[in-house]
């Protein structure tokens, strides 16, 4: 088997992916910033990271993955503070609906969440290894910043010139553009906007700067060297540039073997962000009715190193998309019956062939979707001349679900009928038995309000479950 093939940001070039040790795969991604809820394009970066986990899984590797949350910043001690509320009680709330918001979208949950405010000590210990070997220095404010002008790699990631580098210049903010490199914070000693968020140091009382957060808490949970950092483009510069800067200083090491990122959603031409007011969180999404599958149908349609345009109009091509998938497996299941599985057919063999080269090369999901969409009108045709057995349904039915180990969208976790559902479903062939209809019909209005149609067969009443429904 050939190995997957990866766009590392650190070469700007595609790579053969090979685990740094054994089949042990060790991921860190970073995570949301949670002074207010999450939108859709950071969704975007986190349902890549979540395709490239669940392929590393589909290939057989052992993934542990790490995913940041970002407690302890500029922002967020911002908003608990114009807020009222202790920093610890206002991003609850938003670590929360961060969860509720990955399980909305089928998200496959990270084997570590670590909040920034938990691994303090750790970051204290990685700042005072950075000192002592001289690459940061404290200021006259009791600040720790780190001398990027020492560590001759700075500006490797981001390919920065630093020619124009102004020595002794310095960046207190956690976030700024290349046009303003500097010696930035690793430490920021107390001041009053701070209130009451602050820890003691060996440099007085303060709180720890934003890059150093992911530095501390990947190699506390990975190790000082592993193998895949993940994030938006947006993280290239100046975080993760920054991150690896502070790592690599402190250990000698190679943070990260691979550096992966998403490029932004876009929204009128312009990068979806919470700056520039025109972001949808998943929530707006729901009240306009539509579902998690269908944003996350979306948001994995193209490649991620592209630019994607968000629109409604994207959401209701992906609502009549998952419908043609559903009524293909309806149709496979029924024709499948309790049919033991038999071989594979040739298009449904040759089409996850096709899924698996796609996404061998860099993900290529895009690549990946024309594969299914393939199994899906070569299993009609083939269903329409019935060349297709119950035993071939049934492993049709089998590579569809090998598929969505990897998508995640093809069986809808929601299409199995609950128990109220099937109740319904009992109610109403009683009413039809009794010639009830206005009874029968206030049934079916209910199943329809929940997400179902019932269709009458020859074998019974069968439930499917409405495009955009969620009940």
Not at 176 to 204: H, I, R, T
Not at 427 to 433: F, G, M, Q, V
Request: aromatic residues 10%; proline residues 3%.
């Amino acid at each position: 088997m050939e190995p997957m093939k990866l766009h590392n940001t650190l070469s700007r070039a595609l790579e053969e992916f090979r685990p740094m040790e054994g089949n042990d795969v060790r991921m860190y991604t970073c995570g949301p910033t949670v002074y207010d809820y999450a939108h859709i394009g950071n969704f975007r970066a986190y349902m890549f990271e979540d395709i490239l986990r669940r392929y590393l899984k589909y290939n057989d590797f052992n993934v542990t993955q790490v995913m940041n949350l970002t407690d302890i910043d500029d922002k967020t001690i911002q908003r608990s503070r114009e807020n009222e509320i202790p920093l610890s009680e206002y991003t609850k709330k938003y670590i929360d609906a961060f969860f509720e918001d990955l399980t909305d979208l089928n998200v496959e949950r990270a084997e570590h969440y670590p909040a920034a405010t938990a691994h303090v000590p750790e970051m204290i210990a990685l700042i005072s290894r950075i000192m002592e070997k001289g690459y940061a220095y404290q200021s006259d404010d009791g600040s720790v910043y780190f001398n990027v002008g020492k560590y001759s790699n700075y500006g490797k990631l981001a390919h920065l010139d630093m020619g124009g580098l102004r020595p002794g210049a310095r960046v207190a903010n956690d976030e700024y553009d290349k046009e303003n490199v500097g010696d930035f914070a690793l430490w920021k000693a107390w001041d009053e906007n701070d209130g009451d968020v602050v820890w003691d140091s060996p440099w007085g009382r303060g709180r720890p700067g934003w890059h150093i957060e992911c530095s501390a808490m990947s190699m506390k949970y990975l190790g000082e060297s592993f193998d895949i950092h993940t994030g938006g483009v947006d993280n290239i510069f100046p975080h993760h540039e920054n991150e690896m800067a502070q790592s690599q200083s402190a250990t000698g090491k190679e943070l990260a073997r691979f550096w992966l990122h998403c490029e932004y959603l876009i929204v009128d031409g312009r990068k979806m962000s919470k700056s520039l007011g025109n972001f949808f969180t998943l929530r707006d999404i729901r009240q306009r009715g539509y579902s998690g599958r269908e944003v996350r149908y979306v948001l994995i349609a193209s490649h991620y190193r592209q630019s994607l345009n968000f629109s409604l109009a994207a959401l209701d091509a992906a609502r009549s998309a998952l419908a043609r998938i559903d009524e293909f497996c309806t149709r496979l299941s029924e024709l499948a019956g309790d049919d033991v599985i038999s071989d594979v057919p040739e298009w449904a063999r040759t089409g996850r062939e096709s899924f698996t080269v796609a996404m061998d090369d860099d993900l290529n999901a895009a690549r990946a979707l024309a594969a299914l969409f393939g199994i899906v009108a070569a299993g009609n045709r083939a269903m329409d001349g019935g060349g297709v057995s119950p035993g071939e349904a049934a492993a049709a039915l089998a590579v569809l679900s090998d598929i969505d180990r990897v998508l995640g969208f093809i069986v809808d976790s929601k299409t199995e009928a609950n128990d109220a559902a099937m109740k319904l479903v009992e109610l109403r062939t009683r009413a039809r038995s009794e010639k009830n209809w206005a009874e029968a019909d206030r049934v079916r209005d209910e199943l329809a309000r929940l997400g179902w149609t019932v269709h009458d067969t020859d074998s019974g009443p069968r439930l499917r479950r409405k495009p955009g429904g969620s009940g």
